[in-house]
């Protein structure tokens, strides 16, 4: 008897999820280096996150926070939430303070200090993050 054996290469890419199909648009402000503000109104798509184009970290948590389920933003830490300060961290600690939920805190993985801090942002006042020269505040 003759066995025939077939061999299948799959090739997986890691990409980033940047939106689910539930997105909501929020309002950031931007502190420029001169110490005047910016309100920066983030709708559905995204395009405004551009505007904070100096700072990848920044960008890119402005897009992930558009979306409301935190599991789709933690899924975009590529299983470093916990141990990275990655951009998702950042959107995951900025859609539970827009939200006002700090429940999402939880849902969305975070562990530790990493979790403590998201609390503090949900309960806390208008918190600050830097990058590359641009700093934004959510309200």
């Known amino acids: 008897m003759l066995g025939l054996a077939i061999l ?7 990409a980033r999820p940047l939106f689910s199909m539930s997105r909501q648009a929020y309002t950031i402000e931007v502190i ?3 110490g005047t503000t910016e309100h920066l ?7 405004a996150c551009a505007r904070l184009g100096t700072s990848q970290q920044l960008s890119e948590a402005c897009r992930l926070a558009l979306n409301i389920d935190p ?7 590529l299983g470093q939430l916990n ?6 961290l950042l959107a995951l600690i900025l859609r539970a303070r827009m939200s006002n939920d700090s ?12 979790l403590a801090r998201c609390h503090e942002a949900v309960v806390g006042g208008s918190p600050t993050f ?6 934004i505040r959510i309200p």
Not at 8 to 14: K, L, N, P, Y
Not at 41 to 47: H, L, S
Not at 71 to 77: K, L, S
Request: net charge negative.
């Open 8 to 14: 299948a290469v799959v090739r997986v890419e890691h």
């Open 83 to 88: 141990h990275v300060d990655t951009p998702a």
């Open 32 to 34: 420029h280096s001169d």
């Open 130 to 135: 830097s990058d590359s020269g641009v700093t």
């Open 71 to 77: 599991n789709v933003i933690a899924a975009a830490a």
């Open 41 to 47: 109104d983030v709708n559905a798509d995204g395009r």
């Open 103 to 114: 429940a999402i805190c939880e849902k969305g993985g975070l562990e530790g200090l990493r």
